[in-house]
């Protein structure tokens, strides 16, 4: 895996789009199983591997349809019945674009979620919005906006884990939010935030220590509460602290150093 994310670095570095290819969940017999990336570039090459033979020729043709179109899709494979493989299960793999833009990952659609990613977008960030609730994921309009209509553990599997990674949770359960954090805290970001009052914020962080889930020092390279302090109410208002915090982060922050915020 990090054979992969340095060749991530180095297309980025290297003013390259590369897609990546994720398996985020699987079905019966398969060759690869949940969390399996491989990296496509845009003459065909591959780092990594989801499962070789006809389904991961069919992966990189779509990964390079997605790299035309910058649009990230979930792909799902019926392995006897579309690839002839003896196996037989089926998997879905998720491919997206990865570029310069700082990717804004949002876990949870609700009002202030929705807001952030448009807010986000306006800052120059690429915002992912990821949630498994249809009717909410519905409301997202904004074409700038890519959205993963999964549930946060296959999400967490899709996320490419870099530090330039900015991941802010406000899901519509606290504790999704703080599975999606305990997942998040020992992996490289940019910025990671989570939403909740100052008590949901002290709760957390006794389950954390006392579960020995987190170190105190990687706590403090958590966001939270979320965002600068503005007396923010409505989730617009907490929409642009949060962006705010983003930028600063940002325009400030040393490239190969997490966030510790402010």
């Given at each position: 895996?990090?054979q992969?994310y ?6 980025l570095?290297?003013g390259?789009?590369?897609?990546v290819c994720?398996?985020?969940d699987?079905?019966?017999?398969t060759?690869r199983?949940?969390g399996?990336k491989m990296l ?8 990594g591997s989801?499962?070789?033979g ?5 992966v990189i043709?779509d990964?390079l349809?997605?790299l035309?179109?910058r649009t990230?899709?979930?792909?799902k ?7 002839g493989?003896c196996?037989?299960g ?5 491919i997206?674009?990865?570029g310069?833009q700082p990717?804004l ?5 609700g009002?202030?979620g929705?807001?952030?990613a448009?807010y986000?977008a306006?800052?120059g960030?690429?915002p992912?919005?990821i949630?498994?609730?249809p009717?909410?994921m519905?409301?997202l309009?904004?074409p700038?906006v890519q959205?993963?209509?999964l ?8 996320v490419?884990?870099?530090d330039?990674?900015?991941?802010a949770i406000?899901?519509y359960?606290?504790a999704?939010?703080r599975e999606?954090?305990a ?6 970001f940019?910025y990671?935030?989570?939403m909740?009052?100052?008590?949901k914020v002290?709760l957390?962080?006794?389950?954390f ?6 170190t105190a ?7 939270m509460?979320i965002g600068?302090?503005i ?7 907490i ?14 922050r040393?490239v190969?150093?997490a966030c510790i915020?402010?």
């Amino acid at each position: 895996m990090d054979q992969l994310y340095r060749a991530i670095g180095r297309a980025l570095d290297g003013g390259r789009t590369v897609a990546v290819c994720t398996v985020v969940d699987t079905r019966g017999s398969t060759p690869r199983k949940t969390g399996s990336k491989m990296l496509v570039h845009a003459d065909g090459r591959v780092t990594g591997s989801i499962g070789g033979g006809a389904l991961e020729k069919q992966v990189i043709a779509d990964a390079l349809e997605v790299l035309t179109t910058r649009t990230p899709q979930l792909f799902k494979h019926d392995l006897l019945h579309q690839h002839g493989m003896c196996c037989g299960g089926s998997v879905h793999i998720f491919i997206e674009p990865v570029g310069h833009q700082p990717r804004l990952f949002i876990f949870g659609a609700g009002h202030t979620g929705r807001a952030l990613a448009r807010y986000g977008a306006d800052a120059g960030f690429d915002p992912y919005v990821i949630d498994d609730r249809p009717e909410h994921m519905a409301l997202l309009d904004d074409p700038r906006v890519q959205r993963m209509p999964l549930d946060h553990r296959a999400a967490l599997q899709a996320v490419p884990f870099d530090d330039r990674a900015y991941i802010a949770i406000m899901t519509y359960d606290h504790a999704i939010d703080r599975e999606v954090l305990a997942h998040c805290i020992t992996r490289p970001f940019a910025y990671l935030g989570m939403m909740g009052s100052r008590r949901k914020v002290e709760l957390t962080r006794r389950h954390f220590l006392g579960g020995g889930i987190a170190t105190a020092l990687e706590l403090e390279r958590v966001d939270m509460p979320i965002g600068v302090e503005i007396a923010a109410h409505t989730p617009e208002e907490i929409a642009i602290s949060i962006v705010a915090r983003l930028i600063q982060v940002k325009n400030t922050r040393n490239v190969s150093t997490a966030c510790i915020p402010a």
